[in-house]
């Protein structure tokens, strides 16, 4: 974009509230998340009035769990054209998106780590040993299939989250968001071999910042790969027509499990 392409932009932007989290985004995208929350809100009250009578009502922000909403920023693609948010930045990265198209299997995800060899499946790999050892499945890390709803995209990806989880859960402190520089094992428990090898190949597509065959800091895998509550992300799809990064930006580069934007879904077995 040219300075003036910037300037017409960041003119245009306004300032709004997503689920208590103050961003910048284009007026488009500020009415989309307040039809969102609108909703949302609505689904929450309903929510509480089918509590058995006794039971605690639990807050609006706990029930949702957004805690962060990054919007504008110059340099980002759809983030630069204000249309674009990510969610929750700490603890939803950009993962690994391991898709079949006819008889190939892509591994797709963030297109700046695509040259760094072996990292896509090295993850992919450890995401099958977690969901056989928490159910005696492999991991389903594809992006959306052809007709395949919102809710049941984030169903596949939140198993695997939680089989990560269950499967560190014995040897790595899960109470960081960020993992920076040696893992955090728990003191006095013998990691073994295989899995300590797994948490360093979940870590390095997981990374802040730049892709790395190194990177120092990263979400921390024995936390989780994504924590969007299935309604936040349902909304935002269903209701406020936006793509999901996770599984909406084809087989190529899906896996941006933080990410919504107002760009077209790029189908299945799309570059």
Same mark, same amino acid.
């Given at each position: 974009m040219t300075p003036a392409d910037i300037a017409a932009v960041e003119a245009s932007l306004v300032s709004t509230r997503f689920l208590g989290c103050a961003t910048r985004v284009a007026p488009q995208l500020a009415a989309v998340l307040t039809r969102v929350e609108t909703a949302l809100h609505d689904e929450w009250t309903r929510a509480q009035l089918a509590l058995p009578g006794g039971a605690p009502v639990q807050a609006f922000a706990a029930w949702h769990g957004i805690t962060g909403c990054g919007g504008y920023r110059q340099h980002g693609g759809w983030h630069a054209k204000g249309v674009a948010i990510d969610l929750n930045y700490q603890t939803n990265g950009y993962a690994v998106c391991r898709s079949t198209v006819g008889a190939h299997v892509i591994h797709g995800g963030e297109a700046a780590g695509a040259g760094l060899a072996g990292v896509r499946r090295a993850f992919a790999a450890a995401c099958d040993r977690a969901c056989m050892a928490y159910d005696g499945q492999p991991a389903d890390l594809s992006a959306r299939k052809r007709g395949e709803s919102t809710g049941s995209a984030w169903d596949r990806w939140h198993r695997v989250s939680e089989a990560v989880r269950a499967y560190f859960a014995?040897?790595? /402190?899960?109470?960081?968001?960020?993992? %920076?520089?040696? $893992?955090?094992?728990?003191? @006095?428990?013998?990691?073994?071999?295989? !899995?300590?090898?797994?948490?360093?190949?979940?870590?390095?597509?997981?990374?802040?910042?730049?892709?790395?065959?190194?990177?120092?800091?990263?979400?921390?895998?024995?936390?989780? /790969?994504?924590?969007?509550?299935?309604? %936040?992300?349902? $909304?935002?799809?269903?209701? @406020?027509?936006?793509?999901?990064?996770? !599984?909406?930006?084809?087989?190529a580069e899906s896996g941006d499990l933080m990410h919504f934007d107002l760009a077209a879904r790029i189908p299945s077995g799309a570059a």
């Amino acid at each position: 974009m040219t300075p003036a392409d910037i300037a017409a932009v960041e003119a245009s932007l306004v300032s709004t509230r997503f689920l208590g989290c103050a961003t910048r985004v284009a007026p488009q995208l500020a009415a989309v998340l307040t039809r969102v929350e609108t909703a949302l809100h609505d689904e929450w009250t309903r929510a509480q009035l089918a509590l058995p009578g006794g039971a605690p009502v639990q807050a609006f922000a706990a029930w949702h769990g957004i805690t962060g909403c990054g919007g504008y920023r110059q340099h980002g693609g759809w983030h630069a054209k204000g249309v674009a948010i990510d969610l929750n930045y700490q603890t939803n990265g950009y993962a690994v998106c391991r898709s079949t198209v006819g008889a190939h299997v892509i591994h797709g995800g963030e297109a700046a780590g695509a040259g760094l060899a072996g990292v896509r499946r090295a993850f992919a790999a450890a995401c099958d040993r977690a969901c056989m050892a928490y159910d005696g499945q492999p991991a389903d890390l594809s992006a959306r299939k052809r007709g395949e709803s919102t809710g049941s995209a984030w169903d596949r990806w939140h198993r695997v989250s939680e089989a990560v989880r269950a499967y560190f859960a014995p040897y790595y /402190l899960a109470a960081d968001a960020l993992d %920076v520089g040696e $893992a955090d094992a728990i003191p @006095g428990v013998a990691v073994p071999p295989q !899995v300590a090898a797994d948490y360093q190949a979940l870590r390095v597509p997981l990374v802040v910042g730049a892709p790395s065959m190194r990177p120092r800091t990263t979400r921390n895998p024995a936390r989780c /790969l994504m924590e969007l509550p299935r309604a %936040v992300v349902v $909304a935002l799809c269903d209701v @406020g027509g936006c793509r999901w990064g996770g !599984v909406d930006f084809g087989t190529a580069e899906s896996g941006d499990l933080m990410h919504f934007d107002l760009a077209a879904r790029i189908p299945s077995g799309a570059a």
